[in-house]
């Protein structure tokens, strides 16, 4: 008998210090906005301080932090 995998998720793999975290954990996601908010979650119980400093981030300083990490998303090969 076959298993037949249907998972189509393209999970991807960043690290911590390529989100702009100081260490070189693996973050994952489906989406770059599940990933952001691993980052995120990740960030709150590593690194309380950036954490604390990326929720006092204007609208404008958080667009660009997404944009730049959407370009990064695009640019990482599927890890799965
Ligand atoms: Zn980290």
Redesign the pocket.
Known sequence: MKLISINNKRMKKMT??QMG?????DITGNTPEEMAANGMK??QE??PDIAAKMQTMSKEENDKWMADFKAKWDATPDSM
């Not at 975290?21 to 954990?25: L, N, R, S």
């Open positions: 911590c210090a975290g100081p260490c070189d954990h990740h960030l590593t690194h």
